[in-house]
């Protein structure tokens, strides 16, 4: 599971967004969620940047809760 790639996507009007990477490298996707959302010439907006990292970071709630069990 170590070497697994996880993977979030977001789809907003006709511009789709996909997300890779592995765990451990969740503080750089996020800073990419940031740089994205500070660019004036994307879509991709601070309000995407929090639905996306929520969704982060109820996967690696569920994952601790699996390993607690």
Request: aromatic share 12%; net charge negative.
């Amino acid at each position: 599971m170590e070497n697994a790639v996880r993977q979030l996507s977001l789809v907003k009007g006709q511009h789709r967004y996909l997300f890779r990477y592995h765990p451990g490298n969740e503080a750089d996707v996020i800073a990419a969620f940031a740089s994205l959302a500070g660019d004036n010439s994307s879509e991709f907006d601070w309000f995407d940047a929090a639905v996306l990292s929520y969704q982060m970071g109820r996967r690696l709630e569920l994952e601790l809760d699996e390993l607690r069990s």
